[in-house]
């Protein structure tokens, strides 16, 4: 058993200590642990894959840049995806302009493009979970990013309000607007299939893990 596989049941705060002690490679654990809720985090602001990618990177190494200030011992996971939606926000805004807060409410629904496969014919093949990614990606920002959380991520409705700096209601009812906003077959197949949407694994977390490894230890020469 190598030292990282024996601290990945450790828990989140013994991690840092190992980590502020001078175990920089415990942190390869905290990087694979967070690495699918802020890439989800970062897919709900930007839907660009490529840009969610460059988010979840940047945010582990300022994480990982500004780790003595977490208070702990509880609350790193809300801490973190913090830390990925600010950055995801501060991209948004340099790149289009938009305010996650201002931007104006939308409420319309989101049809199936109508030369495509009905939804029974793709949930039978291969490209079931890109076809529905693609489907919540049309939805408005400030409905998209709380409807992964909620819907993929299965995070509570309060860790949610807390991450996006919403009031509690707020998220229960953009959440509710989104379900309505996708047609019915859609979110029978979200529900009845129990897919995993928006996932990272294998080579693509290995590729994050790597490339943030690389550069905390650069940095800590």
Same mark, same amino acid.
């Given at each position: *058993? ?20 001078? @175990?920089?490679?415990?942190? %390869?654990?905290?990087?694979?642990? +967070? @690495?699918?809720? *802020?890439? #989800? ?22 994480? +990982?840049? !500004? ?12 801490? &973190? ?5 600010n950055i ?8 289009? #302009?938009?305010?996650? !807060? =201002?931007?104006? =409410? ?26 529905? %990614? ?7 920002? @400030?409905?998209?990013? &709380? ?12 860790? &949610? ?5 919403? =009031?509690? @209601? ?8 989104? !379900? ?17 949407? +928006? ?14 490894m690389a ?6 020469r």
């Amino acid at each position: *058993m190598t030292e990282i596989d024996s601290l990945t049941t450790t828990e989140d705060y013994q991690l840092i200590t190992h980590i502020l002690a001078g @175990n920089i490679n415990a942190y %390869e654990v905290v990087i694979r642990r +967070y @690495n699918q809720l *802020m890439y #989800r985090i970062a897919r709900g602001i930007c839907a660009d894959d490529d840009e969610a990618m460059d988010i979840v990177q940047e945010a582990h190494i300022t994480a +990982y840049q !500004k780790l003595s200030s977490f208070k702990g011992p509880k609350g790193f996971m809300s801490w &973190i995806a913090i830390i990925t939606r600010n950055i995801a926000l501060m991209r948004l805004r340099k790149s289009s #302009r938009l305010s996650y !807060k =201002e931007e104006e =409410e939308v409420f319309t629904l989101i049809e199936l493009d109508t030369a495509a496969e009905p939804i029974h014919d793709v949930i039978a093949n291969e490209q079931t979970k890109a076809t529905l %990614e693609q489907l919540i990606n049309a939805l408005p920002i @400030n409905y998209r990013a &709380i409807f992964i959380l909620r819907a993929i991520e299965q995070m509570a409705i309060n860790d &949610i309000a807390q991450i996006l700096s919403l =009031e509690y @209601n707020v998220v229960k009812v953009r959440f509710y607007r989104a !379900k309505i906003m996708l047609k019915v077959e859609v979110r029978d197949v979200l529900t009845e299939q129990n897919l995993s949407l +928006y996932e990272f694994a294998g080579d693509r977390c290995d590729k994050i893990t790597h490339n943030v490894m690389a550069a905390i230890k650069q940095e800590s020469r």
